[in-house]
C-alpha cells in the first residue's frame, strides 16, 4: 500500500483504468458477436424455461413431459443466469437454414395421470415456454385491439383454458403444434444470412393418421400444398389421461431489411415509448426546477447568514448570537451510537461506488439485454471489489469520532450488511427449493457467492480499513465544548420524525416514473433498455437527496438542534420507505399472484432493494451535509 502511495498520479490512473477495463472485458461476452450461416447449415434451437408472471417461480422446460433429445446437455451460464433462474439446454427442434419445413414430427407420446396433473397445473398458472436461436429470445406477435399496432409477447403459453357456457369444470387444451418463423437478413456479397428475428404461433391440434404409429407413420391432418398447413380435423387436442399427444412444428423463412446490429429494437421497443419518454421527461424537469429553487434559496440565504456573523459586531451583539452559529460549539460532537453510523455510511459508499460504476458500463453497451445475466454478475463482481471504499470511508469516520478499535468497525461493516442480505435471500431461496423450482440457486453457486463474500469482499475492507485508520484524522473546523448545550423545545415541524418523513418525498418523485419501467421490467418479465436516462435519474437522484438534506438539516441548526449526523443520513433514506410502499401498491394493482410463496418471494426480494436503497440515499445525504457543515462553520469568525 506504501508503494503505491508513492506511485505518480499519472500512474495510479492508469492503474485504476486498467482495472476497469479489465473486469468490463469480463463482464463482456464475446458469444454476442454476429454469426454468419449459409443455406443448408444446421440452427439448433435451446430452450431456457417455462416462466409465469402469476407465480415468478421459473421452472426447467423438461420438467413437463416434453419431446427430450437424446442427451440433454446444460449452457454453459454465468453468474447472473443461475441467479435468475435460467437453465438453458439443447432440445429436438433443429431446422436448415432457408430450407422450410411442413409438420415435422418431433415425437409422439402417452399422457400418464401424472403428466396431464402437471400440464394442468401449468396452465392454470398461466406459464409461457422460452426457447433461444442463435441467442434471440423466442417471441409471440400479436395485435393490440386499441391501437392495432404490432407487439411481441416473450415465449408461447403452454396451453389455454377455456370453460364453455353450459360447464361446470374448465377444459385445458396443449399447444402441440409450433409454427415457427425464422428472419434472416442476407448478404448479396457472400450469400451468408445473419438471424434478425425468431417468432412462433402457437396451435393446439388433434392430429390424424392411419394405422398403427410408428417412425415412419405420415399425418394425414397435414396437407403441404396447401396455405394453411394443418389440414382435415382440426379439433384441438385436450389434455385428458391417456391421451395420445403428436408434437409438431414447421419453419418458415423470411427475408428481412433488418440488420444484425439492429436485431434487438424489435424486443425493446415493446412499451408505449411515447409516454415512457414523456413521463420521464416531465419528472426530470419537475425535479430539475425543484433543485434550482431549493439551492437558490440556501445560497442566498446562507450568503447573507455569514456576511451577518462576519460583520463587526459591538460587545452586545457578540453575546446576543442566534441561528445556526449559537450551537457551533456543539454541532461535531459525535453521535450516539456512532459505530453504527460509520457501517451504514461505509456500505453506501460500496453501494454507490457499485452502482455508479455498472450504470457506467450499461451506458455504453457493455450489460445490454443481449448478454443475458451480464446485469446481475456485474453487480455482484463490483459490489465483492467496492469492499476496499467501504472499509476506507468506515475507518475515516471512524477515527474522526476518536474511535480506536478499527478492526471492530471493520467486522461490522465486513457482516452487517451483506449479513442481513445474505440471511434474507438464504430463505426466500430455501421457499423457492421448496417449490422444486429451477429459480433455486444450486448449492455449489451458493458456496461461491460466501466465497466471494469471505475470500474477496472481507479482505478488501480490512485492507480499506487499514488504510483509512492509518490517515491523519479529519479536523473538525471549530471546537467542541466540553459540556454538551441544552437543546431548546422545537416546533412540531421540526419534529424529528416529520422533518424526516418529509424529506423521503421529493428522492423518491425522482425516482418514481422509473421505478414504475424498472419494477414491469423485473415482475413483468420485459427487458429494461434505456440505462442512458436512468443514469440521468440517478444524477438527479443524488442532487435531489443532496438538497433536501442541508436544507433541513439548516432548517434544523437554525433551531439550535445540534444533532444533525443521524438525522441528515435518515432523512433522504426515508425515500426507501415510500419506495418499499409504492412496491406493495404495484403488487396488488399491476400483479396477479395468488400464491402464498410467490408474494413472500416478491416483498422479500422488494425489501432487499428498499434496504439498499435506504443505505444509498441515506449515505448522499449525509455526506452532503458533512460537506456544508463544515463548510458554513469555516467560513464565519469563532471567537
Not at 82 to 109: A, T, W
Not at 481 to 506: D, H, S, T
Not at 525 to 549: K, M, N, P, R, S
Request: include cysteine.
Amino acid at each position: 500500500m506504501e508503494l503505491v502511495g508513492r506511485m505518480p498520479h499519472a500512474i495510479r490512473l492508469c492503474v485504476c483504468f486498467t482495472f476497469f477495463l479489465s473486469v468490463a472485458r469480463a463482464f463482456y461476452l464475446p458469444g454476442v458477436a454476429p454469426k454468419d450461416f449459409f443455406k443448408g447449415d444446421t440452427l439448433k434451437v435451446k430452450v431456457q424455461k417455462l416462466a409465469s408472471v402469476k407465480t415468478q417461480l421459473p421452472y426447467s422446460y423438461y420438467s413437463l413431459p416434453y419431446c427430450t433429445p437424446k442427451k440433454i446437455v446444460d449452457s454453459a451460464e454465468n453468474l447472473g443466469e443461475v441467479l435468475r433462474g435460467d437453465r438453458i439446454e439443447n432440445s429436438p427442434y433443429e431446422f436448415k437454414m432457408r430450407e422450410p419445413q411442413i409438420c415435422s414430427v418431433v415425437c409422439h407420446s402417452t399422457l400418464q395421470p401424472k403428466d396431464a396433473k402437471e400440464f394442468k397445473e401449468k396452465i392454470d398458472d398461466e406459464y409461457r415456454v422460452n426457447m433461444i436461436l442463435d441467442n434471440l429470445p423466442l417471441v409471440m406477435p400479436y395485435k393490440r385491439s386499441d391501437t392495432d399496432s404490432l407487439v411481441y409477447q416473450h415465449g408461447f403459453p403452454v396451453g389455454v383454458k377455456v370453460k364453455y357456457g353450459g360447464q361446470k369444470e374448465p377444459k385445458y387444451f396443449i399447444y402441440n403444434h409450433l409454427a415457427f418463423t425464422v428472419k434472416y437478413h442476407k448478404d448479396e456479397g457472400t450469400n451468408a444470412a445473419r438471424i434478425v428475428g425468431f417468432e412462433v404461433k402457437p396451435f393446439s391440434v388433434k392430429h390424424e393418421y392411419e394405422g398403427n404409429w410408428n417412425d415412419e407413420t405420415r399425418l394425414t391432418n397435414c396437407d403441404p400444398h396447401a396455405k394453411r398447413i394443418v389440414t382435415g380435423n382440426d379439433s384441438p387436442l385436450e389434455v385428458e389421461e391417456q391421451k395420445e399427444i403428436i408434437f409438431t412444428y414447421d419453419v418458415e423463412f423470411q427475408e428481412s431489411d433488418i440488420k444484425w446490429a439492429s436485431r434487438w429494437d424489435t424486443y425493446l421497443y415493446m412499451a408505449d415509448d411515447q409516454i415512457h419518454w414523456f413521463s420521464i421527461v416531465n419528472s426530470l424537469m419537475i425535479v430539475l426546477f425543484l433543485s434550482g429553487m431549493v439551492a437558490m434559496i440556501m445560497l442566498r440565504t446562507l450568503y447573507r447568514d455569514i456576511s451577518k456573523y462576519n460583520q463587526l459586531e459591538t460587545q452586545e451583539e457578540s453575546q446576543e448570537e442566534t441561528g445556526w452559529k449559537l450551537v457551533h460549539g456543539d454541532v461535531f460532537r459525535p453521535p450516539t451510537n456512532s459505530d453504527l453510523l460509520c457501517v451504514y455510511v461505509g456500505t453506501g459508499v460500496q453501494c454507490f461506488g457499485m452502482i455508479l460504476v455498472t450504470m457506467v458500463f450499461a451506458a455504453l453497451g457493455f450489460l445490454s439485454p443481449s448478454n443475458r445475466g451480464g446485469l446481475m454478475t456485474a453487480l455482484l463482481f463490483l459490489w465483492v471489489f467496492m469492499g476496499l471504499f467501504a472499509g476506507y470511508t468506515s475507518a475515516r469516520l471512524y477515527k474522526m469520532f476518536k474511535g480506536t478499535e478499527w478492526k471492530k468497525i471493520t467486522l461490522k461493516t465486513a457482516f452487517m450488511f451483506p449479513g442481513t442480505v445474505f440471511s434474507v435471500f438464504f430463505v426466500l431461496n430455501a421457499l423457492i427449493w421448496g417449490e422444486e423450482s429451477s429459480g433455486a440457486v444450486p448449492f455449489g453457486t451458493m458456496f461461491g457467492l460466501v466465497l466471494l463474500w469471505f475470500g474477496i469482499s472481507v479482505p478488501l475492507v480490512f485492507v480499506g480499513s487499514y488504510v483509512g485508520f492509518k490517515k491523519p484524522t479529519i479536523e473538525d473546523p471549530v471546537k467542541t465544548n466540553k459540556i454538551p448545550r441544552q437543546i431548546p423545545e422545537q416546533a412540531w415541524f421540526m419534529n424529528p420524525v416529520f422533518a424526516i418523513l418529509i424529506g423521503g418525498i421529493l428522492p423518491f418523485g425522482a425516482i418514481f416514473i422509473e421505478l414504475f419501467f424498472i419494477l414491469t421490467s423485473i415482475w413483468l418479465h420485459q427487458f429494461y433498455y434505456i440505462f442512458g436516462f436512468l443514469f440521468l435519474v440517478f444524477l438527479i437522484l443524488i442532487v435531489t437527496c443532496a438538497e433536501i438534506a442541508i436544507v433541513l438539516c439548516y432548517f434544523q441548526l437554525c433551531s439550535e438542534d445540534y444533532l444533525w449526523w443521524w438525522r441528515s443520513y435518515l432523512t433522504s433514506g426515508s425515500s426507501a420507505l415510500y419506495l418499499f410502499l409504492y412496491a406493495a401498491f404495484y403488487f396488488f394493482t399491476k400483479l396477479n399472484i395468488t400464491k402464498p410463496v410467490s408474494g413472500v418471494l416478491y416483498f422479500g426480494y422488494m425489501l432487499i432493494g428498499s434496504y439498499a436503497f435506504f443505505v444509498l440515499t441515506g449515505t448522499i445525504g449525509f455526506y452532503a451535509c458533512f460537506l456544508f457543515t463544515r463548510l458554513i462553520y469555516s467560513s464565519v469568525k469563532i471567537d
